[in-house]
């Protein structure tokens, strides 16, 4: 056997070896994000929220929502205050996002990019599908107490075509997300803080704080004062029932 022959055979190994750890990685990111996706919701459950949005002038302005969601790719909500918005209701299927205004006729469609509450949270951020559904993970690097996660989207419809994720090693909760753009810019950070205990083994952060860089001075938080598990009929997540969710509570 010639060194031409051996150092080809070497080369091969190594490309083996590498491909074998790179698959292990794979499989362990999506084990680790399919346990941040468990932590944050039941597969089917109903919340209330309280989303605060704060200006550089220091003024507020508070919503307080009804959400239900079931499995992965269907969710709705229900606008409860201020009593200017109550009534109005979104509806989320898969990638395909809905307003419904009372007295307004059929919903209108609405993007994942769109705030249709202002603010730095968009669509995509209040009526979110789990993580593992949008997107590939990899791990970029760990240490003793988190990892740290690449996330690429899966199609071009998703909010943001990056994610870089932080997640606590002893309870699997994510503690940071920052979102991307596909030429690497930041359009803003997600902190989740304030672990809480909803009761029926839901533990889990109960405020989420974003801000970003291309909103200096504005700040949205996000808070949970509920979340339950609950089972729900398919027909709650289709236009005809929007009008009826206050049905639910």
């Not at 705030?115 to 990899?138: A, K, Q, T, W």
């Amino acid at each position: 056997m010639n060194n031409t022959t051996l150092i080809s055979m070497f080369f091969m190994l190594l490309s083996i070896v590498s491909n074998g750890q790179s698959d292990n990685n794979d499989e362990l990111a999506l084990e680790i994000l399919q346990k941040v996706d468990e932590t944050l919701t039941p597969e089917s459950f109903e919340s209330y929220r309280k989303l605060i949005n704060e200006e550089p002038d220091g003024s507020k302005k508070e919503f307080i929502f009804f959400s239900v969601k079931k499995g992965k790719d269907k969710m709705a909500m229900l606008y409860l205050s201020p009593a200017s918005e109550r009534g109005r209701a979104t509806l989320r299927l898969g990638d395909n996002m809905w307003l419904y205004i009372p007295n307004v006729g059929r919903p209108i469609r609405i993007t994942s990019m769109q705030s249709v509450v202002g603010g730095v949270f968009n669509n995509s951020d209040i009526m979110r599908l789990d993580y593992s559904v949008e997107y590939d993970p990899s791990i970029l690097e760990q240490n003793q107490k988190e990892y740290i996660l690449d996330l690429q989207a899966k199609t071009r419809t998703i909010a943001y075509d990056k994610l870089k994720m932080w997640v606590d090693k002893n309870n699997n909760m994510v503690t940071k997300v920052e979102c991307y753009t596909a030429s690497g810019k930041m359009i803003k950070t997600l902190e989740f803080k304030e672990i809480k205990n909803f009761g029926d083994g839901i533990m889990r952060p109960a405020v989420i704080e974003t801000s970003s860089p291309l909103y200096k001075g504005y700040r949205s938080i996000m808070i949970y004062s509920g979340m339950k598990a609950r089972k729900l009929q398919d027909e709650v997540f289709t236009f005809e029932f929007l009008s009826r969710l206050e049905e639910l509570r």
